[in-house]
């Protein structure tokens, strides 16, 4: 098994040359054995799961002034999302424009 971490984002890719998982807990890396296991019933692809990794950690990171988000929607002829950012209270649209979009 081979362990990959990369400075600045969360957590570690576990692999065996074919599958992959991620592991956010350093303790988890101390029981070799569950790791095997959980490497076998888990695992993935490891490309996939190194790039949905790398995307979570970088969306979380990323911020957007709500007035850029607005402007884009006008420009697209989308006012009712346009209307929509304005209640954006953080600049981090991601996790609370997908709430919204939900009601």
């Known amino acids: 098994m081979k ?3 990369w400075q600045g984002i969360n957590g570690k890719l576990i ?3 074919q599958k992959a ?14 790791l095997q296991d959980r490497l076998k019933q888990e695992g ?3 490309d996939e799961v ?3 990794l790398i995307k979570n950690t970088v969306k979380r990171q ?14 697209h002829q989308d006012s009712k999302n ?8 953080s600049d981090k649209p991601t996790h609370q424009y997908k709430a919204d979009c939900k009601k």
Request: hydrophobic share 35%; aromatic share 4%; no cysteine.
């Open 3 to 5: 362990v990959e971490s």
């Open 15 to 17: 692999h065996n040359g």
């Open 21 to 34: 998982i991620v592991v956010k807990d350093e303790q988890e890396l101390a029981d070799q054995d569950k």
């Open 44 to 46: 993935k692809p490891i």
């Open 50 to 52: 190194r790039k949905a």
């Open 62 to 75: 990323i911020k957007t002034d709500p007035l850029k988000i607005s402007s884009w929607f006008n420009r």
């Open 82 to 89: 346009a209307k929509k950012t304005e209640k954006l209270v």
